[in-house]
């Protein structure tokens, strides 16, 4: 959670730093602020040493009035080895084309603000071959409407956070992760690969969907497929995509983070593939059309707040389960270090961390029964479910087989 408030801090620093970039138009170091409208290509020899910056128009392929190509410039040949990266702009760019190579040089990608809340930009189309964008490139570009991304592209953080008319985005096959806050905040955004079966379609290729990634996207609507390489479902993800109503797993799933799907206010059907080990706290907290769930027989653990304001009231556990209770989550081992950190559920270093419940009326003569539920205890699925949701929605599951 540190690195993710360390993010949203950045993002807001990003923002403002844009805002107060506006207020000094006129100033000839604010490129946003000329009425000339070109793209700036910083050029950047073999070893990333920076040479020198060259104009070319935001599409660079159409032609000029002349007929001779869109450049604002005619830049003398680049040395060999040398690539561009597009790291500003000037004017008011309508339709952006990024293209892998101009002026016979490659076009590595976009550096991180280039384009931070330019309100004139509609399109962006980055061609294949085109390897990055950097942080927040297109953060708060408030009119972009569509979007189209080559397979070779990795994005860093916020690339379209805060896009709010993004409404249309086509990610090419061969794309592995979408990156942290990519789309966060795109509350239009209705298509993905969009065909004639569905408006969600995301590429077979992902192997990570970075946390907040869709966060707030709450115009997707139907059915969530989530492909076979992905095996983790990071915090918040999808939280507050209001319009989701399904979800499907192609692969195996083993986590599903905190916060994941909290808030899917449309969310009905969600089946847990039997990989999943891990669900973390509020991870369907505020589903307010999910009725049941039932849990894999592979699951271990159930974070605190799990349902919290959900509508669920079946919770089917594994048979031959009981579960520990904790008022924390336990230490787990770091494979960083030669030493085993790890602290299991019902070991004597976990008793002290036992949460105060009692399925037992005879407490006296049976203190065992602090903080642990035996398996006959759980074959309710709608005592469970509200034991989730009310008595024991602050506590930390541990699943354990007896």
Do not use: H
């Given at each position: 959670?540190?690195?993710?408030r360390q993010y949203d801090?950045?993002?807001?620093f990003?923002?403002?730093?844009a805002a107060?970039?506006?207020l000094?138009?006129?100033?000839p170091a604010i490129?946003?602020?000329?009425?000339?409208?070109?793209?700036?290509?910083?050029l950047?020899?073999s070893?990333?040493?920076?040479l020198?910056t060259?104009?070319?128009a935001?599409?660079?392929?159409?032609?000029s009035?002349?007929?001779e190509?869109a450049a604002s410039s005619a830049?003398?040949?680049?040395?060999e080895?040398?690539?561009?990266?597009?790291?500003?702009?000037s004017?008011?760019p309508v339709?952006?084309v990024v293209?892998?190579?101009v002026?016979?040089?490659?076009?590595r990608?976009?550096?991180e603000?280039a384009?931070?809340q330019c309100?004139s930009?509609?399109?962006?189309?980055i061609?294949?071959?085109?390897q990055t964008?950097?942080g927040a490139?297109?953060a708060?570009c408030?009119n972009?409407?569509?979007?189209?991304l080559?397979s070779?592209?990795?994005?860093?953080?916020?690339?379209f956070?805060d896009?709010t008319?993004?409404?249309?985005?086509?990610i090419a096959?061969?794309?592995t992760?979408i990156g942290?806050?990519d789309?966060y905040g795109?509350?239009?955004?209705?298509q993905i690969?969009?065909?004639?079966?569905?408006d969600?379609?995301?590429?077979?290729?992902?192997t990570?969907?970075e946390?907040y990634a869709?966060?707030?996207?709450?115009?997707l609507?139907?059915?969530?497929?989530?492909p076979?390489g992905?095996?983790?479902?990071?915090a918040?993800s999808?939280g507050?995509?209001?319009?989701?109503?399904?979800?499907?797993?192609l692969?195996?799933i083993t986590?599903v983070?905190?916060?994941?799907f909290?808030?899917c206010?449309?969310?009905t059907d969600?089946t847990?593939?039997?990989?999943?080990t891990?669900?973390?706290?509020?991870?369907?907290?505020?589903?307010l059309?999910?009725?049941s769930l039932?849990l894999?027989?592979?699951?271990?653990?159930?974070?605190?707040?799990?349902?919290e304001?959900s509508?669920?009231?079946?919770?089917?556990?594994p048979?031959?389960k009981g579960?520990f209770?904790?008022t924390e989550?336990l230490?787990?081992?770091?494979p960083?270090?030669?030493?085993d950190?790890?602290v299991?559920p019902?070991?004597?270093?976990?008793e002290?961390?036992?949460?105060?419940f009692?399925y037992?009326e005879?407490?006296?003569?049976?203190?065992s029964a602090?903080g642990?539920?035996?398996?006959?205890?759980?074959t309710?699925?709608?005592?469970?479910?509200?034991?989730f949701k009310?008595?024991l929605?602050?506590?930390?599951w541990?699943?354990?087989?007896?």
């Amino acid at each position: 959670m540190g690195q993710i408030r360390q993010y949203d801090m950045k993002l807001k620093f990003l923002a403002g730093a844009a805002a107060a970039a506006l207020l000094l138009c006129g100033l000839p170091a604010i490129s946003g602020c000329a009425q000339e409208t070109y793209i700036e290509y910083t050029l950047y020899s073999s070893s990333g040493e920076e040479l020198r910056t060259d104009n070319f128009a935001e599409d660079p392929s159409a032609p000029s009035e002349d007929g001779e190509g869109a450049a604002s410039s005619a830049p003398e040949a680049a040395p060999e080895g040398a690539y561009y990266m597009i790291t500003g702009y000037s004017g008011s760019p309508v339709n952006l084309v990024v293209p892998a190579e101009v002026n016979g040089t490659e076009v590595r990608g976009v550096g991180e603000q280039a384009f931070i809340q330019c309100r004139s930009l509609k399109s962006v189309v980055i061609e294949e071959g085109v390897q990055t964008t950097g942080g927040a490139a297109f953060a708060f570009c408030v009119n972009i409407a569509t979007v189209s991304l080559p397979s070779t592209l990795d994005t860093s953080f916020s690339t379209f956070a805060d896009c709010t008319s993004l409404e249309s985005v086509e990610i090419a096959e061969g794309v592995t992760a979408i990156g942290d806050r990519d789309f966060y905040g795109c509350a239009a955004l209705a298509q993905i690969n969009a065909d004639e079966s569905s408006d969600i379609n995301l590429p077979s290729t992902l192997t990570a969907i970075e946390p907040y990634a869709f966060y707030d996207c709450d115009a997707l609507t139907g059915e969530l497929v989530i492909p076979a390489g992905v095996t983790e479902i990071t915090a918040i993800s999808f939280g507050s995509c209001e319009g989701i109503e399904k979800v499907t797993f192609l692969g195996d799933i083993t986590e599903v983070g905190y916060a994941a799907f909290g808030g899917c206010a449309a969310l009905t059907d969600i089946t847990l593939p039997d990989t999943v080990t891990s669900i973390g706290d509020g991870a369907f907290s505020y589903c307010l059309s999910l009725k049941s769930l039932t849990l894999p027989a592979s699951i271990t653990f159930v974070g605190a707040s799990a349902f919290e304001g959900s509508a669920v009231t079946s919770v089917a556990v594994p048979a031959g389960k009981g579960v520990f209770l904790y008022t924390e989550e336990l230490p787990s081992d770091d494979p960083q270090t030669e030493e085993d950190e790890s602290v299991l559920p019902g070991s004597d270093e976990a008793e002290d961390k036992l949460f105060e419940f009692y399925y037992s009326e005879d407490v006296e003569n049976d203190p065992s029964a602090k903080g642990r539920i035996p398996s006959y205890e759980l074959t309710d699925a709608e005592k469970v479910a509200a034991w989730f949701k009310a008595t024991l929605m602050e506590a930390y599951w541990y699943f354990v087989a007896v």
